[in-house]
């Protein structure tokens, strides 16, 4: 069990310290963390509409600060190329996360084409259908990529990488709100970047 831990706090420190430079990039993963959170208490009343809040919300927010305003160049503070960084990340790297991300925005046209998703809903009658069954779709189109990367690092690494990394997502909503709740009063300081990363300081 201490492996365990210790493992997960690597994977946290090092998702934190490759990926999280910009403050931009942490306040928006307040944001999604705050959603992912309000999405995991709706679950448990409709999973329809908290899938949608996880995608739509939390997910849309928590990538566009990785692809739009993490530094991308060499990163001086750990001495790595970014080429290295996606080489090495255990997760969805950017690359992986465009894919998953260009099937979830193309995912509604199945619902277009077969309303009844193979036979498994009924066809929808009004735009709140629609709606429900998008959001059941993006529901397991979440929960496959989360098994099938974690099932791939059973492979690629152990099983307990793939049950570490599993958790770390599960759980990243709660850690990011305690990790980045500041980040929002940095930005209106004018900062950009996380001077603790820079020094090279764990949180």
Not at 98 to 120: A, E, K, Q, R, Y
């Amino acid at each position: 069990m201490s492996s365990f831990r210790e493992h997960l706090k690597m994977q946290r420190w090092d998702d934190h310290r490759y990926y999280h430079h910009s403050l931009i990039n942490q306040s928006l993963h307040l944001v999604s963390a705050i959603s992912f959170v309000c999405a995991y208490i709706i679950a448990f009343k409709d999973l329809a509409i908290a899938s949608l809040i996880g995608w739509l919300v939390a997910m849309t927010s928590r990538q566009a600060g990785h692809l739009f305003f993490e530094p991308k160049g060499y990163d001086e503070v750990n001495q790595a190329t970014h080429e290295y960084k996606e080489e090495v990340k255990v997760g969805y790297n950017l690359r992986r996360k465009i894919v998953l991300l260009t099937i979830w925005v193309i995912s509604p046209l199945m619902l277009f084409l077969d309303p009844t998703l193979l036979g498994t809903v009924a066809p929808a009658t009004t735009p709140g259908e629609f709606l429900r069954h998008l959001g059941y779709m993006w529901l397991i189109l979440g929960v496959g990529g989360l098994l099938f990367r974690t099932i791939h690092l059973f492979f690629i690494g152990s099983v307990q990488t793939g049950l570490v990394w599993a958790t770390k997502i599960l759980t990243d909503p709660f850690h990011d709100i305690k990790l980045y709740y500041r980040a929002p009063a940095y930005l209106l300081r004018g900062k950009l970047i996380d001077d603790a990363i820079l020094e090279g300081r764990p949180h």
